[in-house]
């Protein structure tokens, strides 16, 4: 499926940070996957879960 923001996002993906963001299901996965796989991903939701102080 081609939408219709992936070639603005592929124009800036050298120059800028791109963050996809929205609910549950609505495809941002896919859509990142179909940009190319050479660039780090971070998906939030199977994050480490960081627990205690800053600097103990």
Known sequence: M?????KYI????DK???LLTGPRQTGKTTLS??????FDYFNK????????????
């Open 10 to 13: 592929q124009e800036d993906l």
């Open 45 to 56: 939701q199977q994050a480490p879960v960081f627990t205690g102080a800053v600097g103990s």
């Open 33 to 38: 996957k179909t940009l190319g796989n050479d």
């Open 2 to 6: 081609e939408r219709y923001i992936t």
């Open 16 to 18: 800028k940070i791109i």
